[in-house]
């Protein structure tokens, strides 16, 4: 039976009125349902809705961890998936993310399973996730997967929240420092301008640097801000071709202490998806096909490509990635005994954690030496322009004394 979608109005237990809408099977079912939210229906009414408009709303990462602890949970109590997703639209608070639970749940009253319902969603919906979903409708074990899943979303999502978290006081610093130092040139120094001319008197070299320097950046200040939204364009840019997007990771890779973190950090994703996917039973070809398409820098994703190949035609894994010298000797050691010990997929899991373990370090590190120089840059920045001022004006007092 398809899914109808229904305007209501109704009063609640204190007499006030409310207005809603819901999804149900029938009128009756619709009914039922407001009288078990204790709301007397006075008006219902059935109506059209387009599904997918509410999915060009943004669906954070959040929603679709909570979205799949909770399918986790009723499928693991033996909830039939249409109930289930039925279920979850009326608990989930995200209006674009219950539209698109409740897309998933035509699709599926219409004969579609889970996966392929997914599939249709693939920017809310990675491939791992899917072929996940799809190994454990095939094999009747999806309530012992998506635990495993519910677990790989969140480790990803705390990894990233840290290396966000991490960033942001240094940029706040950053921010302030550059705006600290445009507002004195354009506010400050001008001041002194007009005193020294007033004065007449010869002004110290490095007043006069000042004093020309803010007079560029009154006259020319807004061809830093045009530079900087061209520099980020055309740095955004470079990703939708291929040659140069090649160049720009390769570039990234190269950089000292930056590159470790991209390498390491993509190696953890890399570890993490391949472990999921083997441990869901998804064969080895495959599951490196979907890992490699996680993999954000196109450098490392030619690497691994060359790893397929290897491994299509006999080669072990661990062998293969060692042969490309690209990825840490870690990764390619623990990947070759798990191998030898048939335990591939808990190894690389563990290994996972371990690169998240090491770009979380590196990263407090960075940010515990980047605070203080950056402190010492605003300092020097906002108090050299100060005292320069100061000192210009304290020398003409003295000169006229």
Same mark, same amino acid.
């Given at each position: 039976?398809?899914?109808?979608?229904?305007?209501?109005?109704?009063?609640?237990?204190e007499?006030?009125?409310?207005?809603?809408?819901?999804?149900?099977e029938?009128?009756?079912?619709a009914?039922?349902i407001?009288?078990?939210?204790? *709301?007397?229906?006075?008006?219902?009414?059935?109506?059209?809705r387009?599904?997918?408009?509410?999915?060009?709303?943004?669906?954070?990462?959040?929603?679709?961890? =909570?979205?799949t602890?909770?399918?986790?949970?009723?499928v693991?109590?033996?909830?039939?998936?249409?109930?289930?997703?039925?279920? *979850?639209?009326?608990?989930?608070?995200?209006?674009?993310?219950?539209?698109l639970?409740?897309?998933? #749940?035509r699709?599926?009253?219409?004969?579609?399973?889970?996966?392929?319902?997914?599939?249709?969603?693939?920017?809310?919906?990675?491939?791992?996730y899917v072929?996940?979903?799809?190994?454990?409708?095939?094999?009747g074990?999806?309530?012992?997967? #998506?635990p495993?899943?519910? =677990?790989?979303?969140?480790?990803?999502?705390k990894?990233?929240?840290?290396?966000?978290?991490?960033m942001?006081?240094?940029?706040?610093?950053?921010?302030?420092?550059?705006?600290?130092?445009?507002?004195?040139?354009?506010?400050?120094?001008?001041?002194?301008?007009?005193?020294?001319?007033?004065?007449?008197?010869?002004?110290?070299?490095?007043?006069?640097?000042?004093?020309?320097?803010?007079?560029?950046?009154?006259?020319?200040?807004?061809l830093f801000v045009?530079?900087?939204?061209?520099?980020v364009?055309?740095?955004?840019?470079?990703?939708?071709?291929?040659?140069?997007?090649?160049?720009?990771?390769?570039?990234?890779?190269s950089?000292?202490?930056v590159?470790? *973190?991209?390498?390491?950090?993509?190696?953890?994703?890399?570890?993490?998806?391949?472990?999921?996917?083997?441990?869901?039973?998804?064969?080895?070809?495959?599951?490196?096909?979907?890992?490699?398409?996680?993999?954000?820098?196109?450098?490392?994703?030619n690497? *691994?490509?060359?790893?397929?190949? =290897?491994?299509?035609?006999?080669?072990?894994?661990?062998?293969?990635?060692?042969?490309?010298?690209?990825f840490?000797?870690?990764?390619?050691?623990?990947?070759?005994?798990?191998?030898?010990?048939?335990?591939?997929?808990?190894?690389?899991?563990?290994?996972?954690?371990?690169?998240?373990?090491?770009?979380?370090?590196?990263?407090s590190?960075?940010?515990?030496?980047?605070?203080?120089?950056?402190i010492?840059?605003?300092?020097?920045?906002?108090?050299?322009?100060?005292?320069?001022?100061?000192?210009?004006?304290?020398?003409?007092?003295?000169?006229?004394?």
């Amino acid at each position: 039976m398809s899914v109808l979608y229904f305007k209501y109005q109704a009063f609640d237990t204190e007499g006030k009125v409310q207005n809603g809408q819901l999804n149900a099977e029938s009128e009756r079912e619709a009914i039922r349902i407001l009288q078990g939210k204790n *709301l007397t229906p006075v008006k219902l009414q059935e109506t059209k809705r387009t599904f997918g408009r509410g999915l060009n709303k943004k669906i954070s990462h959040t929603d679709i961890l =909570d979205f799949t602890n909770g399918l986790c949970t009723l499928v693991d109590a033996h909830v039939p998936i249409d109930k289930a997703l039925r279920l *979850l639209d009326s608990v989930t608070e995200s209006a674009a993310m219950r539209e698109l639970v409740l897309t998933l #749940l035509r699709d599926v009253k219409e004969g579609k399973s889970l996966a392929e319902a997914m599939e249709n969603y693939p920017q809310v919906f990675s491939r791992m996730y899917v072929n996940i979903v799809r190994a454990g409708e095939e094999g009747g074990i999806l309530h012992e997967l #998506l635990p495993d899943l519910a =677990d790989f979303l969140e480790t990803n999502a705390k990894t990233r929240q840290a290396v966000i978290s991490a960033m942001i006081y240094p940029a706040v610093l950053l921010v302030t420092g550059i705006i600290s130092v445009f507002l004195l040139l354009i506010f400050v120094v001008p001041q002194f301008a007009a005193m020294f001319e007033d004065v007449g008197t010869e002004i110290p070299p490095s007043a006069a640097f000042l004093l020309s320097l803010s007079s560029f950046v009154q006259s020319y200040g807004y061809l830093f801000v045009i530079a900087a939204v061209i520099g980020v364009f055309l740095w955004k840019r470079l990703d939708q071709v291929s040659k140069t997007k090649l160049q720009k990771d390769g570039f990234l890779l190269s950089l000292p202490m930056v590159g470790t *973190l991209i390498l390491y950090r993509e190696c953890a994703v890399f570890a993490r998806t391949l472990g999921a996917l083997l441990g869901a039973g998804i064969p080895l070809i495959r599951a490196l096909r979907i890992s490699r398409e996680v993999i954000s820098n196109s450098v490392l994703t030619n690497h *691994l490509l060359q790893v397929e190949e =290897d491994v299509r035609g006999g080669g072990g894994l661990g062998i293969s990635l060692e042969k490309t010298n690209q990825f840490p000797t870690l990764l390619h050691q623990l990947v070759a005994v798990g191998e030898e010990s048939g335990r591939t997929s808990d190894i690389l899991l563990k290994s996972a954690a371990t690169f998240d373990t090491y770009v979380r370090n590196q990263m407090s590190a960075l940010v515990s030496a980047l605070q203080p120089a950056l402190i010492i840059f605003l300092a020097i920045a906002v108090g050299g322009i100060t005292i320069t001022m100061l000192s210009a004006v304290f020398s003409m007092n003295a000169v006229d004394f």
